[in-house]
């Protein structure tokens, strides 16, 4: 039984006409990562799915990625292979349209699981990946406009001001992609984002951070998506792992790990896509949207929601 999950992110998506580019994009990137598992790689099924979503500029990793408070992008992406809990992962990272093929590279080049910032940049030139603006105008455009209103409500980058704009642009935080895949052998977990519009220059939220947005072992892999201070608090990828290791499938793993997300912290606050290694596919949220895509043995179209 080999299996690939994708998803999209997240969070509420306002204008409903979008929905149907976010539907078609993670039903790409499952179909692009499909191909390459039937070669019988789930590394490189994960790879390519998010590489996918990543040039898909509707979502928030890669090209079209989120800009910070003082007009960036600051992008984190990490992968992880469950059977020998290699790890790679980037943060900060800017000038590269595929964080996550860099953060592959830190797993395969280097004895390190995570670097950020000017290091990962000088890391990922070394590696050959070349300079490039993920940058695009409708991100900039928002930018523009989310900034004029948070300054307008007063203190511009403090953190409680900024969720009372969340509370009234819900899309702000549609964040964060991610696949999950299963070969046969072993569970790949990977995501990247761009991480939440406005944020604080140098903050890293729970994608790059092995066990909060993404983890894998010998029991599942799980990529996670929302408020990223969340999943970090909960540790939540790993978590879910957890719960197939206590003897619950992907699916029931899923709900429990929302669970803890709105228990602790609420609804609209996170959103997890998970496999197990007998091929189960769960996902699970508790915000309005999250888009998903996936395909197994057996199934002659993916599956989507969201």
Partial sequence: MVAIIVHGGAGTIRKEERIPRVMNGVREAVMAGWRELRRGSALDAVEEAVKSLEDNPIFNAGTGSVLTLDGRVEMDAAVMRGKS?????????????????????????????????????????????????????????????????????????????????????????????????????????????????????????????????????EFAGASATGIGEVMIRLVLAKSAADFVHLGLDAPRASEAAIGLATKYFGENVAGIIMIDRNGNVGFAKNTKHMSVAYMKDGMPEPYTGI
């Fill in 85 to 217: 809990l290699e790890a790679g992962a980037v943060a900060g990272i800017w000038g590269v349209k595929n964080p996550i093929s860099v953060a592959r590279k830190v797993m395969e080049k280097t004895d390190h699981v995570l670097l950020g910032g000017e290091g990962a940049i000088k890391f990922a030139r070394l590696m050959g990946f070349e300079e490039y603006d993920p940058i695009t105008e409708e991100r900039r455009r928002q930018w523009e406009e989310l900034r004029r209103k948070l300054i307008e409500k007063g203190e511009a980058g403090h953190w409680k001001k900024l969720n009372e704009l969340i509370k009234e642009y819900p899309e702000v935080l549609r964040s964060t992609v991610g696949a999950v895949a299963f070969d046969g052998e072993e569970v790949v977990a990977g995501t990247s984002t761009g991480g939440v519009f406005l944020k604080m220059f140098g903050r890293i939220g729970d994608t790059p951070l092995i066990g909060a947005g993404t983890y894998a072992d």
